[in-house]
């Protein structure tokens, strides 16, 4: 994927739909896929998280006349969805977790929670949210641009920008709260918990939380442990994921190398690093926890 240096400021939030299937685990087969082009993305959504592809401070080649100001948004699936597939279970997972990075978008750069009109997303200076369809229709009188023809219509005409949108605003009158490292970069984020609040928990590789929303109350997070514990190494013993207790009165957080971390009022029932590394995920077993290895293997704590 191509990506240079941006000397603009982000303007824009442009949302795309790639065109494949709504599988599990699509954001990390876009991102192989993404690696193997020039084209890209900043973050790519599937049901379950977000994965940063590009940092914010990269240009990427997301939608001609619209790469060196703007930020690019990919949710897995089909542009030519129906309002219907558009409410399904998948559709509306991935939507709220694009919900609340365009959110972060409008609250860091200062972009309007709204659709922009075809002439706003023409206009210089002009900031806020659009899809690739708006990219089109506003420069596609200007003509072929390095070679690429302006004919991208995604996210598609059936696309709930209302429902989208208004999520945003919710999501921005919420609280915001961070218990991560003051070094903490966006391309650290590795999972991700939805509440049944509408509150969003995002996990970084360094053992950091950050809480999003009312509904996602902040319980604390690695780096905030007293004593002050050592700084985690990737490919070592770095977070990997993180799960949320059944009455989300607090969470888990998983370790590379097995380690497990208990907040809130999550109960801490034993670690796997008898049986590590290489944990991947935790996942539900009863009231309790297990961890799933990178050979696909189930472990449960000892």
Known sequence: MHTEQRTEPIEKAVVHVNVGPETEGGAFDLKSYLDSIKAGYHVVYDDKMPL???????????ASYMN????HHCLVGQADQTEAQWLDVY?????ELLAFGLALDCQKYGLEPRRLSVPEVHTPGVKGICGHIDVTNAFKADGVRDGV??????????????L????????????IHTGGTDNMKSTDQCDACVTKRLGRYI?????????????????????GLKPTPAPLEMGKNHAVSMMLTPDEGGYWILMFDGGLYSFGNAQFYGSFQKDGPGFLQLVEDGIKYAAIRRDGALAHPR
């Not at 060196?68 to 930020?71: E, T, V």
């Not at 989208?164 to 609280?175: A, D, F, K, N, Y």
């Open 52 to 62: 940063v592809v590009a940092a914010d401070n990269l240009v990427v080649w997301g």
């Open 203 to 223: 996990l970084q590789r360094d053992g950091g939380v950050l809480a999003y929303g009312a509904g996602a109350p902040f319980f604390g997070s690695y780096p």
């Open 91 to 95: 559709s509306r997972g991935e939507m």
């Open 68 to 71: 060196a100001r703007g930020k």
């Open 149 to 162: 023809i302006l004919d991208h219509w995604d996210p598609g005409p059936n696309f709930p920008w209302t």
């Open 164 to 175: 989208l949108t208004s999520r945003v605003v919710e999501i921005i009158g919420g609280v």
